[in-house]
């Protein structure tokens, strides 16, 4: 099952299409998580206190874990949040917050380094901008979370920039990105077109 994070608040996103791509190239059943419509908060004194007490009791069945749960449970996932303010939006940040979670998407060995404990191999990481791309804060973040602490060894950028500068078309630039996914057979060795 690939694990769909949507991070699009607008419903013309240039990022959710992209991303769209990206899950039709893969081909596989999906399920999309709308982070806009999920009630995560970011966490407080209470909400980490309660949970450092779950996580020391082992208690992992608590409803405070499904999202790490089911975001270690993934055999694929897809992100998609579009390039705001040179990263992306707070949503996509309280997700993580709330996902990790010691025992469930890591674990730390005996000298305290970090091991990965999902499922997924390939995370995919989608984005837009309307000018040029950075990915340091963005993607950077997610590939270095992705790769050292949950264990997900192949991450990809996808991504289509310089959306409104002045002289570029913005539709011809998003096109030519989404033919670039149908045609990729380096990112998406193994997908199959739905």
């Given at each position: ?155 990809y950028l ?37």
């Amino acid at each position: 099952m690939t694990l769909f994070i949507n991070c699009c608040v607008r419903e013309e996103s240039r990022t959710n299409r992209l991303a769209n791509a990206v899950l039709k190239k893969l081909g596989n059943e999906y399920t999309e998580l709308k982070l806009y419509e999920k009630s995560l908060k970011p966490l407080d004194k209470a909400s980490l206190e309660r949970r450092t007490a779950l996580i020391e009791q082992g208690a992992y069945s608590d409803k405070m874990f499904d999202c790490a749960k089911q975001f270690a449970a993934a055999e694929c996932i897809v992100i998609a949040a579009p390039y705001w303010d040179l990263s992306f939006p707070a949503p996509l940040k309280t997700y993580i917050e709330n996902i990790y979670i010691t025992g469930i998407v890591s674990e730390y060995d005996e000298n305290g380094m970090p091991r990965g404990l999902c499922r997924a191999r390939k995370l995919y990481y989608v984005t837009t901008a309307g000018g040029p791309y950075d990915p340091t804060y963005s993607y950077g973040y997610i590939e270095s979370l992705a790769k050292s602490f949950f264990g997900i060894p192949e991450v990809y950028l996808v991504k289509a920039e310089m959306l409104d500068i002045a002289g570029n078309n913005a539709e011809e630039i998003l096109n030519r990105e989404i033919e670039a996914i149908m045609h990729d057979s380096v990112k998406f060795s193994g997908a199959r077109i739905a």
